[in-house]
């Protein structure tokens, strides 16, 4: 599967954005996907998960009740809506999908494909 990160840019505190990541390839719907994030000189976090029917949503603590993660699997799409953005939320942001699997969601390790990453960046 190949995935296209976009929707990053320069907002200011507050704000909202909505990024999306497009799958290429077959199958899409037999994987799970998630988003990722890397802050400046930090490692790449997890930030927010949803397996490959939907039922299951999971987001890091940091986020919960600002970000929402969803998916068209007829689309072969992945979305991340973010609100009330805070300048800690700067970073790249990077989608990844795995094979469905009943693992835990924020191991990068199992995500087998990944795209490029958007920035995002919020100013105070």
């Known amino acids: 599967v190949q995935l296209q990160a976009y929707g990053g840019g320069l907002v200011q505190a507050g704000g909202s954005l909505r990024l999306s990541c497009a799958a290429s390839?077959?199958?899409?719907?037999?994987?799970?996907a998630a988003w990722f994030r890397q802050a400046p000189g930090k490692e790449r976090d997890f930030v927010a998960a949803?397996?490959?029917?939907?039922?299951?949503?999971d987001y890091a603590d940091s986020v919960k009740g600002r970000f929402t993660i969803s998916r068209d699997n007829t689309k072969n799409t992945v979305a991340l809506q973010i609100n009330n953005l805070k300048p800690e939320d700067t970073a790249v942001y990077y989608c990844?999908?795995?094979?469905?699997?009943?693992?835990?969601?924020?191991?990068?390790?199992?995500?087998?494909?990944w795209g490029q990453g958007t920035l995002v960046t919020v100013s105070s």
């Open positions: 990844a999908v795995r094979p469905k699997q009943n693992t835990d969601v924020d191991v990068q390790g199992s995500y087998t494909d």
């Open positions: 949803i397996s490959w029917t939907s039922r299951n949503r």
């Open positions: 390839g077959r199958y899409f719907n037999n994987y799970d």
